[in-house]
Each structure stands twice: as C-alpha cells, then as structure tokens.
C-alpha cells in the first residue's frame, strides 16, 4: 500500500496542536486512509451526518465526546434524521428515556456547528453538491444519490467519520473520490418492458432492489432506461443501497457521467452483464410484500423523505377525498421542503383529508405508528426492506396511487399487476453482452475462466465468484450472475482492527447490516431477509462475506461493543470499512477491541470451514 502523506497542517491537528476533537478526529481520517490505501487526503466542500441518529448510548458518548473536546465543523454540515420529530413530538410513542437521550444527542450536533437540516434526502435542499464536488455523506441513499445523480464525489462512510470528515475537513484521496474508483464494472439490461411500467415509481424501485441484491458494492451501468425523474432515481438508489451497499450506479444517457454505457464501463468490456425482465421484476415486487394479513393499519410513505413534486401528486390524488376511519397515513419529509409545501397550501389541504405529516425522522426508525396496526402499505423498497425487522409489521409495497387509494377506501387496492402479462418481446442479443450464457433465472452472464469456474467455495454455500477483492460485499448465494470485482485492489490478508481473540465461529451465508440486521441489546440477527434470522453474534466470531446497507453499522457496532454483546472477532472476505469504524469507537469510548481482519478468499475458505477460530492481528488460525 502507498505511504500516507499529510501536509503540515494534517500533521499539526494529528499532533494535538488544534482541539481535542480535532485530534481525535484527524485520527480517525488517517487510520481510515490506512485500511483503504489512500496516500493522502483531500479537501471536502461539504459534509453529511448520518451519526445524529440515536441508536443506544455508544451515539450519544461520541458525541458528547466530541462536543465537549471543542469539536466544530469546518465545512457547512448538514444533519441527517433524528430519533425526535422536533416540530411535532407528539408523534413519538416511545420511551420518554430514549426521547431524551436522542434530543441529547441532537442538542451536541447543533453545538459543534451543523445545520439542523434533519433529513435523509440532503439532496432535497436549496443548497446541493455540484458535479465533481468532493463531499463527505452519510447514510445510504444519500450517497448514492449524490455520487449518481448529481454527480458529486463521496465515498460510502458511516457513522462517526462523517462527523470526523467535517471537523477536519479531509478525506482519503480513494475510491469515489477520483476518477478511476467512478467506471461501472456491471452492466444491467433491462429488456422486455413496456414503456408504460418504464414510467412507473414501482419499477424504479422493484429494479433498484433486484440491482443491490445482484451487484452487491460494484458500480453498475443501467442500459434500457431511458428517462427518469429525480424521485424515480431516488427510488432507485434508496433501495439499491439497502438490499445491497450500491454507492454509485450509472443510468445511461440518464445520469449525469453516462451519456451512453460504454462511458459509463470507461471503454472497457463489463466484468460481467445481468438481465432484467419482468419476472425478476414481479419476484421483487413479492420479496418486498411479505404481509400474511391483508387487513390494512396503516400507509406510510416518504421513505428517502418526501419531495415537493411528490407532495404535489399527494395533494392532487387526495384532493377533496379523507383518509378513512381507522387508518393511519404518513407522509415523511424534512423541514424544508415542508415549508415549502406549507407555503403552497398544501400542508393544510393535507391534514385536513386526515394525513400526518413527519419530520426530522422517519416512520421505520422512531415510534410513531400504532401497536401492530395490521399490515403498512408503502411506495418505498427501503421501508419494505427494514420495516420487517426494525418494527415487526407487515409490509405491502405498492405504487403512490395504491397507497393513496387505500387509505382512502379503508382497505388494500391493487391496480392489475405492473408486471402480470405485460412482457413484451426482447430485443437483446448475444451479441450486446460478452460471451457467456444465461442461468436459471434468464439473467445474461459473461462467461467464467476455467480457473474461476475451479475455484469453490463449497464448505460457505457461496460460490467462488461472490466474492469480492475490492471494498464490499458478496451477493445473496443463489445468485449466480455474480463475479469477482476487480477494481480496488488491496493487500491481504489485512488487519482494519487489530487484536487477539478467541471464539466458536459463526459462519454468515450472506453479508448483514448491523443497523436493520442487529439488535443492538443482545447481538441477535433480525433481519427477515437474512438467511441467519434468529441467530446470535454476541461472544462469537463472525465470519462474513462483507457487510451491506446502512451507514449506521458503525453505530450498531459501538453499541454491541458498550453493551458487551458484541462478536469477539470479525472476519471478513471483504473490506468494510463502515463496521471498521464502530470498532474503532468501541476502542476510543469504551478501551474494548474487536479485531477485524479481511482474508484473501483461499484463507477465508479456510477459515469458515473451522468450528473455533484465533485471531491474532492479521492471521486467523483455526483453534
């Protein structure tokens, strides 16, 4: 790996020479930059903080922390959701200790500078990146749509180095952050749908979740989409980064670095092509409906949060028309765009048809809605994908019409299926992919080595080819589109925590978010979706391809790490910085270590073929 080089003011705040917060967090960026390979950091014009919001104690010792060492940010900040909606808590059903822990926690954001913006959808203010401005955000779908829509320059962080980031001002000097990190690796063809379901929000969001689950953390190019609002992109990438850890996509012609797709791929052949056609798009579609009770409870919508074009198609659907007895409707948004809508009048016309609005947080993280209502409805594949776990409800995912239309008929409306009967023949040929075939599911593959096609492993339930070399995840197992990234290489095996530790091992099928895959209180896996639901990592040593979804891993970790339920090692096949980054806090705050090494996929085979593992530093010894 390259030697960092700091200039001498990165060096002066490293040395102690500014606050205590400057130290600890240039501390920070430059042990992040070791894990990642960067040989040197970057100015940042911007940052984005996903750490404001209240996951147990660990979040509000850090910032505590950092507000009382003299932290300030540097650079114009803005504040991502809380656990409060501070304009109307009276919405919250909580514990009144965990309402006061969270405004705590807020109340240490707003002293170190930052803007209470109180939204997940940045990208939704007056004041927004520009093309090829270098940031530093938080939270999943706002990555994502900075990196793919506007153009902007951040890599995928999580909690606690975002608040370093704008405190110091710097950044490594890697991945999304340069030219060469931004090239799409896959490339997705959408084919066989008609240009009416090309139109619809359901589709962006049945795609963007077939893609996260597909590509894991590779960039892809999407080919056979040929317009598309911001809300539609939005959708996309929301839930393409939460199935899977998607922090970029390119949509050609569309996106704003993909005039065409072989822009997007830089001149190069793909490393592999998937397909999408409209069964993969209905078996979405069902994935994210898992509801077992067709008795509705409740609608919630605003999922990244609500937009002022969104708001006015809302209004129009409901106008003249109420909510029905019974149920519950929310529409989540932040602050601003809701003094926008206020001031058109439609924040008025709104409640008065029965609908609650939120802001500075959002249905699936905080307690607003009833006790088990029954089933939700929602347009979001985000809060379809978490909700399950996070909240225990049953989920329909549906269109914005759908959604308004049962709440205002009491009861569950589906239009005619957008995918039943609506294929249309594919104009695709051989010849647009590289040469390879097609698996079960009629997803193109480009065609594996011979030495790729020997390399198994079998003992993991995962072939060969999920795993990745570069800075992610693997994909779910039964997909066999996936193939070896090739983009960042890094040197293995790689220790991103160092220490010693000795445990049983709990071997993962599947990459896991912490936050919306983990209970923080006793390490159990909750995720619906993860083939582990029910398990424990508390005391074990984790084995795992890599980690997906949410920016607030890292918090979830530093707070299995408080609590003493955290894994006693964890190791990887894929570098994820994001949980490296709670274990880091769990050393600052609390002087507990979680080692955390990634394997070269020959010493990970090895590893999770074993009953009892011993980490030490960078090896991993069967014990």
């Known amino acids: ?100 822990a969270g405004r705590e926690m807020m109340a ?34 706002a990555i994502v749509f900075a990196n793919s829509v506007l153009g902007a320059r951040t890599e995928r962080y999580g909690d606690f180095i975002d608040l370093a980031a704008a405190i110091t001002g710097r950044v490594p000097n890697v991945g999304l952050h340069r030219d060469d990190g931004r090239r799409a690796t896959v490339l997705v063809t959408v084919r066989g749908i008609d240009a009416k379901r090309l139109e ?59 005039p065409d797709r072989m822009a997007a791929l830089g001149g190069r052949a793909p490393e592999r092509v998937i397909e999408i056609g409209p069964h993969d798009l209905a078996d979405a579609v069902d994935e994210l409906s898992p509801a077992t009770s067709q008795a509705l409870g409740a609608i919630s919508v605003g999922t990244p949060h609500f937009s002022f074009e969104e708001f006015r198609r809302a209004t129009s659907l409901l106008r003249g028309r109420t909510i029905a007895d019974g149920i519950e409707c929310y529409i989540s948004t932040g602050r601003d765009v809701l003094s926008r809508v206020d001031s058109e009048g439609w ?133 066999t589109t996936v193939r070896a990234q090739r983009t960042h290489a890094i040197e293995l095996p790689l220790a991103l925590i160092n220490g010693t530790a000795i445990g049983s091992v709990l071997l993962l099928a599947e990459p896991l978010s912490f936050w919306g895959g983990v209970r923080e209180h006793d390490g159990t896996i909750i995720d619906v979706h993860h083939p582990q639901l029910g398990e424990c990592i508390a005391g074990r040593v984790v084995v795992m391809p890599g980690g997906r979804g949410s920016s607030s891993s890292s918090s979830v970790l530093a707070e299995l790490i408080r609590g003493g339920v955290a894994p006693v090692a964890i190791v990887l096949n894929t570098s994820d910085p994001i949980l490296a980054l709670g274990a880091m806090v769990g050393e600052v705050l609390y002087d507990r270590t979680v080692p955390m090494v990634v394997l070269s996929h020959s010493a990970y085979k090895e590893a999770a073929a074993s009953q009892r593992l011993r980490v030490d530093g960078t090896q991993v010894i069967p014990n």
């Open 347 to 479: 924040g008025d016309a709104l409640r008065a048809s029965g609908v609650k609005i939120v802001t500075d947080t959002c249905t699936y993280l905080t307690p607003i809605l009833r006790e088990r209502p029954g089933a939700v409805m929602t347009n979001s594949a985000k809060w379809a994908w978490y909700a399950p776990g996070n909240l225990g409800y049953d989920v329909i995912f549906a269109s914005l019409e759908e959604c308004i239309e049962s709440a205002v008929r009491g009861a569950v409306v589906r239009q005619i299926s957008v995918w039943e009967d609506q294929a249309v023949p594919s104009t695709a040929t051989t010849a647009s992919a590289p040469a390879g075939g097609t698996d079960a599911s009629g997803s193109a593959t480009a065609q594996r080595t011979a030495e790729e096609q020997d390399v198994q492993a079998s003992e993991t339930g995962l072939p060969a080819d999920t795993f990745n070399t570069s800075h992610g995840q693997a994909t779910a197992p039964n997909d």
């Open 108 to 141: 240490h954001y707003r002293a170190m500078g930052c803007r209470q913006t109180w939204t997940c959808a940045p990208y939704q203010l007056a004041e927004r990146p520009s093309l090829g401005e270098q940031i530093a955000w938080a939270e999943s779908n």
């Open 200 to 258: 619809s929000d359901l589709f962006f969001a049945a795609l963007g979740h077939i893609v996260g689950r597909r590509v894991g953390t590779a960039i892809p190019v999407i080919d056979g989409v040929h317009q598309a609002t911001e809300d539609q992109l939005k959708a996309f990438g929301a839930a393409a980064a939460s199935a899977g850890a998607v922090a970029m996509f390119h949509m050609a012609g569309v996106t704003p670095e993909a």
């Open 1 to 100: 790996m390259p030697e960092l080089r700091l200039t001498s003011d990165e060096q002066s705040l490293l040395a102690g020479e500014g606050s205590r917060a400057e130290q600890i967090a240039m501390g920070m960026v430059v042990r992040l930059a070791s894990i990642t390979g960067a040989g040197e950091l970057i100015p940042i014009a911007r940052a984005h903080i996903d750490g404001c919001l209240y996951h147990g104690q660990a979040s509000v010792d850090f910032a505590r922390m950092m507000a009382e060492a003299g932290g300030s940010v540097r650079v114009p900040t803005t504040l991502n959701v809380g656990i409060i909606d501070l304009l109307h808590p009276e919405l919250f059903r909580g514990k009144a200790s965990v309402a006061a």
